[in-house]
């Protein structure tokens, strides 16, 4: 096939995925190990996924496999979750009570995966001193932030002459080459690449 056509078939389907509504991270609802309370596991649950939603990115509520610490920071539970809900991510985790200390402190660990590139992160963990709303929504930034820098890999794509331009009905959609992420439509710019094969999302 000439080198055009086959890019310009690229194109046709990365139009054709890009109008699909597809999950890209999946958050279930973190567990708690403890004198927690769900209410608290919750609240910060809903402030990372309102967090991750503000970075651009499509966001599921799945189910906790099962809860608990070795369930909800175990690599392939977590995969499972994504594949359940139909997502490429997931980020799954618990919030505990912080060491044997009576105030209100506590400690949150997530992983994420990659089910598509296998690929899964180390255990990430931020302090909460307290449960007010202001704290909440910190550390899920915090969270949230790490997260962004394991989907959007900051491995560069390589240039060339092909080109690739993206537009998709309705507006919106998150396009990724190989994993990266380029923009959302319509404001994604013309991308260049070096000959080859790519995975378009």
């Not at 200390?101 to 255990?123: C, F, P």
């Not at 949230?144 to 919106?172: H, K, M, N, W, Y």
Request: glycine fraction near 8%.
């Amino acid at each position: 096939m000439h080198p055009l056509l086959d890019r310009l078939r690229w194109v046709l389907v990365l139009a054709c995925l890009a109008t699909s509504a597809l999950a890209q991270v999946t958050v279930p609802t973190l567990g708690t190990r403890g004198t927690v309370d769900e209410a608290q596991a919750a609240a910060l649950s809903e402030a990372l996924r309102d967090a991750l939603r503000a970075n651009g990115f499509v966001v599921r509520d799945g189910a906790l496999v099962t809860p608990g610490l070795a369930a909800s920071l175990d690599p392939e539970l977590t995969r499972l979750i994504a594949e359940l809900d139909g997502s490429r991510y997931a980020v799954s985790g618990e919030l505990s009570v912080a060491g044997s200390s009576t105030e209100d402190r506590y400690l949150v660990n997530v992983i994420m995966v990659d089910v598509a590139e296998a690929r899964v992160s180390d255990v990430v963990s931020r302090p909460i001193d307290g449960v007010e709303v202001d704290e909440i929504v910190r550390v899920a930034s915090s969270i949230a932030e790490e997260v962004d820098l394991f989907i959007r890999p900051t491995r560069a794509l390589p240039e060339g002459d092909g080109g690739i331009f993206v537009s998709s009905e309705p507006r919106g959609a998150t396009i990724f080459v190989n994993g990266i992420g380029i923009g959302r439509t319509p404001d994604v710019p013309p991308v260049t690449l070096a000959e080859g094969r790519y995975r378009l999302e």
